[in-house]
């Protein structure tokens, strides 16, 4: 049964793997035998992770930095991981904004855009490039994170919940576009308590997680079951999926 969750020579690309959730993928990935892409706009952010997978697990992790909200960069972060490692076997769309504004009428349109291109248009292109090459190929996995929030009502994220719904729609599309070989699906966590934590109201959280199943938000490590699962053979019949990872969000 442990062969279900067995990595081994697989290529990993994790796009925002730099921190958060997205550094415990990566983490997660490696320990079960992937060679890893850390991709995130900071370049010196990604080296440390690689730096950390490289001690604590031996596998190959090479650092590359990337704006996904940019087009022409999604394009190049495609082919540079092809020419890296000569194939990807799991992608998993992980990044993500959600400016602040204090009145919704005030929301700039360069803002909109920008929280729209992070979380829907570059994952998007990215999506369209790697999985055309893995159906071709060998096959897959692609994973995309989303969020609660886009199907739960909430205050002071409508661009990013928008975005993030339409980031489950892509899992869905996506796995018929490029099934059989490929599966496609897509991860809704819920609170998380990554560095966005430090935002919130510790005493507001407190209150609002007691309506929860588990009564508590989530370190950054409890996402990385979830993605072992959707990047190895143990989800095999798993396609077009939108999981969520939210201890029980009303």
């Not at 796995?175 to 919130?200: Q, S």
């Not at 938000?217 to 993605?227: H, L, S, Y």
Request: aromatic letters at 8%; hydrophobic letters at 45%.
């Amino acid at each position: 049964m442990s062969g279900l969750f067995d990595l081994t020579g697989r290529v990993a690309v994790v796009v925002g793997g730099s921190r958060g959730m997205g550094r415990s993928m990566c983490l997660a990935l490696a320990g079960a035998g992937a060679d890893v892409m850390v991709v995130s706009r900071r370049l010196e952010s990604c080296v440390a992770v690689a730096e950390e997978i490289a001690a604590t697990t031996g596998r190959r992790a090479v650092p590359y930095a990337c704006h996904i909200g940019h087009w022409d960069e999604a394009t190049a972060l495609a082919d540079a991981a092809y020419e890296t490692f000569g194939r990807v076997d799991v992608l998993v769309n992980n990044a993500g904004m959600s400016p602040v504004y204090d009145n919704v009428a005030e929301v700039s349109e360069e803002l909109y855009d920008k929280v729209l291109a992070v979380n829907l248009k570059g994952p998007f292109r990215l999506t369209a490039l790697v999985g055309t090459r893995m159906a071709a190929g060998d096959g897959g996995s692609i994973v995309f994170v989303s969020s609660v929030s886009s199907v739960r009502g909430g205050h002071g994220a409508i661009p990013y919940a928008a975005a993030k719904a339409g980031v489950n729609s892509l899992a869905v599309q996506f796995a018929h576009e490029f099934g059989p070989k490929v599966r496609v699906n897509c991860v809704m966590p819920g609170a998380f308590l990554t560095d966005i934590a430090k935002h919130w109201d510790p005493d507001e959280f407190a209150r609002n997680s007691q309506r929860y199943a588990l009564r508590r938000g989530a370190q950054p490590d409890e996402i990385m079951g979830t993605i072992l699962y959707l990047a190895g053979d143990a989800s095999s019949y798993t396609t077009g999926a939108v999981i969520e990872v939210h201890g029980g969000h009303p």
